[in-house]
């Protein structure tokens, strides 16, 4: 099994992409702004030659952030969940 790369998705990465095991590994993640996490989303393109390149979204992000009534404990470094 003469394998070069393996490509899995699910899994959300601040860039949408990250390489792992020597290069032969890519997780893939196409959501920007996934759950409020302010990460990157990625499209990963493969050419007829094989050779791979990414399309990455990046998300506008604006700060400080409204802070809810009922949202008491909200802090920029936890991730929003909810709505």
Known sequence: MDIDLIVRAHECKDNGYEFMAHGKLCT????????????AGSVMKVSKNLE????????????????????????????????
Do not use: C, M, W
């Open 52 to 83: 791979v390149s990414f399309h990455t979204i990046v998300p506008h992000i604006v700060y400080p952030r409204e802070k809810k009534k009922d949202d008491e404990t909200f802090d920029e470094k936890t991730p929003r969940t909810g709505n």
């Open 28 to 39: 893939l993640f196409s959501a920007p702004n996934y759950q409020d996490f302010d990460n």
